[in-house]
């Protein structure tokens, strides 16, 4: 009987074999769909925003503080557009880092922790094939999450506060059609900079049989980068970070927008995740799959 190498998925295949067919997107994409974890993530993002918009039902919608994060609590009353952002804004720092990481990090090591990876290879699946469906699915499962919440919280803050201007922290309102094309260059680049978490989680599942340990992995070290990037004493060190260019989407809150920083945090974004994506395949491809 004729056997495949799933590391190579093609030498000395049987007649009929085709690599391609073993496991395709939409059938991964409907067994993500059927586990509790997708369904309670993307459940989240569409209960908070009506739970943030409960919780300004219940105060005067007013911060004492200051800063951006307190310029756009005031204002977050102020339309539905504002509200969006106030929303993007509230889950950025950590909620959607934690989503990102949960949607990559159990990709491999969930299977790998079922004991079903080496049935998977034994199909047999081509290696590069199977981490490739992983992935697409996982990144197609946070772009529905960031849908899901920046969509509900549009929709719930325009029933609530109506269909106005985005008014902005600083420099007058900006044009409903504007506005909108903001909000959506915000969540764009918010999603293009938390590759760099579902890469990295992506590689820790490749590296471990446990999925929390590849989930909170991905979320510490995003931490980690977080507080070092605060230490002013690294100077030119902290720009090399993985977080370093995570906030400047506000240069879009700014009148002209400023582009500079979220140019440089997409190159940065691009650059980690083609690293840590690559250093996945690479193991993958060698390791020993015994689980």
């Not at 190579?8 to 586990?35: I, K």
């Not at 920046?150 to 059609?177: E, K, N």
């Amino acid at each position: 009987m004729t056997t495949v190498d799933s590391r190579d998925g093609g030498a000395g295949a049987a007649a009929g074999y085709r690599g391609g067919r073993t496991l395709t997107v939409w059938t991964e994409t409907r067994r993500q769909a059927s586990r509790r974890r997708t369904q309670l993530a993307l459940g989240f993002m569409v209960v908070l925003p009506l739970i943030i918009l409960a919780a300004f039902q219940l105060s005067d919608g007013e911060s004492d503080g200051d800063g951006n994060f307190a310029a756009l609590v005031n204002l977050a009353t102020s339309g539905g557009l504002n509200f969006a952002l106030f929303t993007l804004l509230a889950s950025a720092g950590f909620l959607l880092v934690v989503v990102f990481a949960l949607f990559a990090g159990d990709a491999v090591a969930s299977e790998a922790s079922w004991g079903s990876l080496r049935y998977l290879l034994a199909i047999p699946v081509p290696r590069a094939r199977l981490l490739a469906v992983k992935l697409t699915v996982a990144l197609a499962y946070c772009a529905v999450a960031m849908l899901l919440l920046t969509g509900t919280a549009l929709a719930a803050g325009t029933a609530r506060y109506g269909w106005h201007p985005l008014r902005m922290p600083v420099g007058g309102d900006v044009p409903t059609g504007e506005g909108l094309l903001r909000l959506a260059g915000i969540g764009g680049y918010i999603a293009v900079s938390l590759l760099i978490v579902a890469s990295l989680a992506f590689l820790l599942s490749v590296l471990t049989d446990a999925p929390l340990g590849a989930v909170g992995g991905a979320v510490l070290l995003n931490i980690l980068s977080s507080i070092l990037d605060q230490i002013t004493a690294l100077g030119a060190i902290r720009s090399f970070l993985p977080s370093h260019f995570a906030d400047s989407w506000f240069g879009f809150l700014a009148n002209p927008t400023q582009l500079d920083d979220m140019v440089r945090g997409c190159v940065s974004a691009l650059a980690y995740s083609t690293i840590f994506v690559a250093l996945a395949f690479w193991r993958f491809l060698r390791k020993d799959v015994v689980s």
